[in-house]
T-cell receptor, first 118, second 111 residues
Framework: GAVVSQHPSWVICKSGTSVKIECRSL??????MFWYRQFPKQSLMLMAT?????????EQGVEKDKFLINHASLTLSTLTVTSAHPEDSSFYIC??????????????FGAGSRLTVL | DAKTTQPNSMESNEEEPVHLPCNHS???????IHWYRQLPSQGPEYVIH???SNVNNRMASLAIAEDRKSSTLILHRATLRDAAVYYC????????????FGSGTQLTVLP
């Protein structure tokens, strides 16, 4: 089945530094990937839609200059949290859809990346 | 997207069947019913989906009401590893949009 790999699985950084999270579709191509954020005991909230070869689409309230998304190939999207602050500490999860899949819109999710900003 | 309603939490005993309900009274004719689950500290995992007919796979069964306004995810024999948050989500046929997650049902499996 479709597999999405996310790296790193956890990261600790100092306030003010930038952190990059990678999301790879291992056995399929994905023109669109989705980035979610999940705070403790809350549900997943969509941050942005990553589009291969074009700009990402951000949800309302998500700062595009702070959360930089690059989708340079059909198998890789990256999320960079710039100038991270403690309030950016969260669980970041990416997902992708197998373009060869059915019209049922089944998404495959990465295992998530836990970011802790000190 | 049409909204779904699920109980916040449910408990089950190990090795017994679990029926997780979901109400979606505003579902449209082209909405698929999806179920995902999220184990602790993991990304969501696809469980099953259906449109009109009941569906079975190796993980679970999906029973869809005749009027499609509700559905039930059935785990035939719960194990401790099934403890997770289960999300019922509607998606439009042919849609390439993101999935919108509600609060889901926290399933606790008791040994």
């Amino acid at each position: 089945g479709a597999v999405v790999s996310q790296h790193p699985s956890w990261v600790i950084c100092k306030s003010g530094t930038s952190v990059k999270i990678e999301c790879r579709s291992l056995d399929f191509q994905a023109t669109t990937m989705f980035w979610y954020r999940q705070f403790p005991k809350q549900s997943l909230m969509l941050m942005a839609t990553s589009n291969e070869g074009s700009k990402a689409t951000y949800e309302q309230g998500v700062e595009k200059d702070k959360f930089l998304i690059n989708h340079a190939s059909l198998t890789l999207s990256t999320l960079t949290v710039t100038s991270a602050h403690p309030e950016d500490s969260s669980f970041y999860i990416c997902s992708a859809r197998d373009q060869g899949g059915s019209g049922a819109n089944v998404l495959t999710f990465g295992a998530g990346s836990r970011l802790t900003v000190l | 997207d049409a909204k779904t309603t699920q109980p916040n939490s449910m408990e089950s005993n190990e090795e017994e069947p679990v029926h997780l309900p979901c109400n979606h009274s505003t579902i449209s004719g082209t909405d698929y019913i999806h179920w995902y689950r999220q184990l602790p500290s993991q990304g969501p995992e696809y469980v099953i989906h259906g449109l009109t007919s009941n569906v079975n796979n190796r993980m679970a069964s999906l029973a869809i009401a005749e009027d499609r306004k509700s559905s039930t995810l059935i785990l035939h024999r719960a194990t401790l590893r099934d403890a997770a948050v289960y999300y019922c989500i509607l998606t439009r046929l042919g849609s390439a949009r993101q999935l919108t997650f509600g609060s889901g049902t926290q399933l606790t499996v008791l040994p």
